[in-house]
């Protein structure tokens, strides 16, 4: 089985140092509004489903959730579009970043500021996604199970890939499967420290330390936009490089 992405791995640990809560919040509670307005019951709605799953994943309370649900059947984010934006970061980096914008002229301004602040570029709809898979993925903390044990959950759950190692078990599963592999590892093993659909790279870049430490700060200004909800890159760092930019 495929091994665990260094770049997610960094960029979660990153994510849980970092992470203002009330914010990653406010973006859940977005994509909850806007899957809401096809019907609130999940059963019947596919995205409001993975939208819950995802929010739970995240630890975002019951009462937030059916606010933000409640406010989508309410007629609220009828304004909101979905945008995603394409290009390629320093180093020649790929980069996919997903928005969720009641402007679109606002929001593409200001991410395409951050790639040319920071040394990058947009480009076209579809000119960097063919390099990545879509994907969900669930990661647990590594005293969960046993590799064995959760090798053996996950495929009997429905997942495509599980890779395990010191820094945790990692799911991979087809995107329109995520809310049940969820629910089924959730009841063995309780609920996962993060999980989501993501652009998984097929191909990762390694970088120098200089890159690395331009691309973090295109990542967290990127991240701290409030119309953008996911980023993802193709870029990986050695552990030694990690060690220079954490000294």
């Given at each position: ?20 809560r ?26 409001l ?9 995240l ?11 409640a ?31 009641d ?18 570029n947009?480009?076209e ?11 969900g ?35 991979s ?6 809310a ?17 659909l993501?652009?998984k ?11 690395a ?13 409030d ?21």
């Amino acid at each position: 089985m495929a091994g665990h992405s260094k770049f997610k791995n960094i960029m979660h640990r990153k994510g849980a140092q970092d992470a203002k809560r009330a914010k990653v919040f406010a973006k859940l509670g977005k994509e909850l509004s806007i899957a809401a307005r096809a019907g609130e019951d999940p059963g019947f709605n596919p995205r409001l489903r993975l939208a819950i799953a995802n929010a739970k994943s995240l630890n975002m309370p019951n009462d937030n959730i059916k606010r933000a649900i409640a406010r989508g059947v309410g007629g609220d984010g009828e304004n909101y579009e979905e945008i995603r934006y394409e290009g390629y970061g320093p180093g020649g980096v790929a980069m996919i970043v997903e928005a969720l914008s009641d402007n679109r002229n606002r929001t593409a301004s200001e991410v395409r500021s951050a790639f040319s602040k920071h040394g990058g570029n947009l480009g076209e709809t579809g000119s960097v996604n063919f390099m990545f898979d879509r994907i969900g993925s669930i990661v647990y903390p590594v005293d969960t199970a046993s590799a064995e044990d959760m090798f053996e959950a996950a495929l009997e759950a429905g997942a495509t890939d599980v890779a395990s190692d010191d820094d945790g078990h990692s799911i991979s599963c087809d995107p329109d499967d995520f809310a049940d592999v969820r629910e089924a590892l959730a009841e063995k093993f309780g609920d996962p420290e993060s999980g989501g659909l993501e652009w998984k790279p097929q191909n990762t870049i390694e970088v120098d330390a200089d890159t690395a430490s331009t691309l973090f700060k295109l990542i967290e200004v990127l991240e701290d936009n409030d119309d953008v909800q996911t980023v993802s890159s193709n870029f990986d760092v050695s552990d030694e490089i990690m060690a220079q930019l954490s000294a």
